[in-house]
Every structure is written in structure tokens, then in C-alpha cells.
């Protein structure tokens, strides 16, 4: 806020009338009407006394803080869309520039203004829009120092978006840095940046990558739902995911291995028989290929790990001890394929 606010709002608080704080100040009442209206600012000899007398800091009246509250900036945005929709773009921009010089180290305020003023001139006809270029992209640079990730995170989206929207890769590759390495849409802008650039091997590789991490966590999250389903004993819905599940292995090109697997522990759990063996028949039986998703065309830019015989072995031997367990498949007993089954040896 600026000084006179500052003053109108304690001044309230403190139920003082503009008149008695001129008495106690030593000045006229309109002086204290026009510090209030912004027409003109107290005397630096006042500042402290006036402080005093509303039982604030000299920071607090000189608005010398670096964060606004919530409130403030909600209501700065607010009016930033009113001014936008009902005053030209330049008004609007310039009252933003305004507020961003009262508050240059409030970075969320910044953030957001900048957002704003970016995507009205993005959605709009603005004419002359690029005048506009250094000053939005300044607040988004700015906004690169916040120690809040999110703002860090969309202040370099919003840089990137306008260096490749200039096909100006170098620069928009730069701040793909301020992106978490953990962040799969840091790998997908990288890949977009690849394959601006001519280097079609590494956007396939990032392409493939992301393909094969996704397949991972889209995985995960499914088993997770089937475990709660599991909980809750919601029988259909547990069968449609391990069904969705089998899909998405078939789909990413995983192999029947990843395929099948998925089936036994719902198998076990409803202890069917018939489903039991036939999945661990299966499983045991394409064993050997569980990582033919290495040879799929979908990840052929990839470089895998081989894997070997003694790998393979030593997994045969782990399911085969794995479905020996009698606790878990007692039901299976009296099966003469399961008894076969564990009892086979490896032939790997």
C-alpha cells in the first residue's frame, strides 16, 4: 500500500478522525485528507511521530514489506481482470507496472500479474503486443528467484512457451533447468526441443523414456485402486482393473509375462483353481521373455541392461518357491498341475 493508505488504514483502527491527528501532528486537517488521497506525502520530520501516534513500525507505514497477504494480491488480481475488461490494455498494463514497483520483492505478485497480462495478450488481439515482451518476461525472470517451486516452475514454463513460440530453442532449453528432473513434462519440453533441433535420436529416447516411466506409474496407480478395491471387497471393480491392467501391459508392449502376472494375486485371493495354475503356467512358460519389451519398436532408442541366464534362473527359482508356499495356496493341494508345477526344476 502506499503511505497515505497505510496511514487511512491505522488511522481507523486507532478511531482517530483526520482532524485529530492533525491536532496531535501540528497540522491541518486537509493535509492529513490529501496524505490519505495520495496528492501529496507528510514531511520526513513527521514520519516518525505519525507512526508513533497509530502504534506502528516506520517499515509498516513505508510499506517496506516483501510479502503481500493472500487478500492483497487476490484483490490486486481481481482488479487487474476488471481494469483488462473494461480499460485498454495499456491502462490496465500500466497500473501493473505500478503495482509491481510498490511491491518489487512480492514474487507472488509479480507471478501472477505477469500471468496475467501474458494471457490477455495471448487470447486477445492486442496490437503491438511485443512492445510488452521485455517488461512480462522481466516479471517472469524475477519470478525465477521465488523459493516457492511453483511459482519458479510456471515462471520458466511461461519462458520456455515464449522462446520456442519465437523459435528461439537455445534460449527456451535454458529454462527447462528450473524444472524438477523428476518432472515428466521437463523431459516432454526437452524431447519438443530435440526434434526442433534436428536431433531426432535424443527426441526419440526422451519420447521413449517417458513412454516406458509412464507405463510404470500408470501401473502402480492401478494396483493401488485394485488394493483399495481389494479393502472395500468391491469384486467387480477389482476384476475390471486387473482386466485394465493386462491391457495396459498389452498395450506399452511388455510381453505376456506382464501380461498374465497381474491375474495371480486376485486368483489367490478367491482361491480359483483353475486360474491359479493356469496363470502361473503361463508366467513360468514366458519367464523367458520377460524382458522382450526391449526388443518393442515403441523403446528401440533405449538402451537396456541385458539380462542373464543366471538373472532368469534365479527368478524361475524365486516363483517357484514363491507358489510352493502352502500358506498362501493350500487351496491348491490336491491340483495335480500345480504339484507338477512346483515341483518341477529349472531348466534354465
Known amino acids: 500500500m502506499q503511505i497515505g493508505e497505510v496511514i487511512r488504514e491505522y488511522r481507523k483502527r486507532k478511531n482517530i478522525t483526520q482532524e485529530e491527528m492533525a491536532?496531535?501532528?501540528?497540522?491541518?486537517?486537509?493535509a492529513v485528507n490529501k496524505w490519505e488521497n495520495g496528492n501529496s506525502q507528510p514531511d520526513i520530520m513527521l514520519l516518525a511521530p505519525i507512526a508513533r501516534l497509530l502504534d506502528i513500525t516506520l517499515d509498516t507505514l513505508l510499506s517496506f514489506q516483501k510479502e503481500l497477504t493472500a487478500e492483497e494480491i487476490n484483490s490486486f488480481v481481481k482488479e487487474a481482470?476488471?481494469?483488462?475488461?473494461?480499460?485498454?490494455?495499456?491502462?490496465?498494463?500500466?497500473?501493473?507496472?505500478?503495482?509491481?514497483?510498490q511491491y518489487p520483492d512480492c514474487e507472488q505478485?509479480?507471478?501472477?500479474?505477469?500471468?496475467?497480462?501474458?494471457?490477455?495478450?495471448?487470447?486477445?488481439?492486442?496490437?503491438?503486443?511485443?512492445?510488452?515482451d521485455s517488461y512480462i518476461n522481466g516479471w517472469y525472470v524475477r519470478a525465477l528467484n521465488s523459493e516457492d517451486e511453483n511459482i519458479r516452475t510456471s515462471a520458466a514454463d511461461s519462458l520456455f512457451g515464449f522462446?520456442?513460440?519465437?523459435?528461439?530453442?537455445?534460449?527456451?532449453?535454458?529454462?527447462?533447468?528450473?524444472?524438477?528432473?523428476q518432472n515428466p513434462e521437463r523431459k516432454r519440453k526437452q524431447a519438443v526441443i530435440y526434434s526442433k533441433t534436428n536431433r531426432v535420436n535424443e527426441a526419440?529416447?526422451?519420447?521413449?523414456?517417458?513412454?516406458?516411466?509412464?507405463?510404470?506409474?500408470?501401473?502402480?496407480?492401478?494396483?493401488?485402486?485394485?488394493?483399495?478395491?481389494?479393502?472395500?471387497?468391491?469384486?467387480?471393480?477389482?476384476?475390471?482393473?486387473?482386466?485394465?491392467q493386462r491391457e495396459l501391459a498389452n498395450i506399452f508392449e511388455m510381453?505376456?509375462?506382464?501380461?498374465?502376472?497381474?491375474?495371480?494375486?486376485?486368483?489367490?485371493?478367491?482361491?480359483?483353481?483353475?486360474?491359479?495354475?493356469?496363470?502361473?503356467?503361463?508366467?513360468?512358460a514366458s519367464l523367458d521373455k520377460i524382458c522382450d519389451?526391449?526388443?518393442?519398436?515403441?523403446?528401440?532408442?533405449?538402451?537396456?541392461?541385458e539380462t542373464s541366464d543366471e538373472f532368469?534362473?534365479?527368478?524361475?527359482?524365486?516363483?517357484?518357491?514363491?507358489?510352493?508356499d502352502e500358506e498362501a495356496y493350500d487351496y491348491m493341494k490336491k491340483n495335480k498341475r500345480w504339484q507338477e508345477l512346483v515341483n518341477s526344476k529349472s531348466n534354465m
Not at 476488471?82 to 491502462?91: N, V
Not at 494471457?119 to 503486443?129: G, P, V, Y
Not at 522462446?163 to 527447462?176: F, N
Open 81 to 101: 481482470n476488471t481494469k483488462l475488461k473494461f480499460e485498454t490494455y495499456e491502462e490496465a498494463f500500466q497500473w501493473g507496472k505500478r503495482k509491481i514497483e
Open 293 to 305: 519389451f526391449t526388443k518393442s519398436a515403441l523403446y528401440e532408442h533405449m538402451e537396456f541392461i
Open 23 to 30: 491536532n496531535r501532528l501540528g497540522v491541518t486537517a486537509p
Open 109 to 132: 505478485m509479480i507471478w501472477q500479474m505477469a500471468v496475467i497480462f501474458d494471457a490477455w495478450r495471448l487470447t486477445k488481439d492486442i496490437q503491438d503486443s511485443e512492445k510488452y
Open 163 to 181: 522462446y520456442s513460440r519465437k523459435e528461439q530453442y537455445e534460449k527456451a532449453e535454458e529454462y527447462l533447468a528450473y524444472l524438477s528432473k
Open 255 to 284: 510381453g505376456e509375462y506382464h501380461e498374465v502376472s497381474c491375474r495371480l494375486d486376485l486368483a489367490t485371493s478367491e482361491q480359483d483353481t483353475e486360474v491359479t495354475i493356469e496363470t502361473m503356467e503361463r508366467m513360468i
Open 312 to 324: 532368469l534362473k534365479e527368478l524361475h527359482e524365486n516363483l517357484l518357491r514363491c507358489f510352493k
Open 204 to 244: 526419440y529416447k526422451a519420447y521413449e523414456e517417458l513412454l516406458f516411466s509412464g507405463y510404470q506409474m500408470i501401473n502402480m496407480v492401478f494396483h493401488s485402486i485394485y488394493m483399495l478395491a481389494m479393502r472395500d471387497k468391491e469384486m467387480g471393480k477389482v476384476h475390471m482393473l486387473v482386466e485394465k
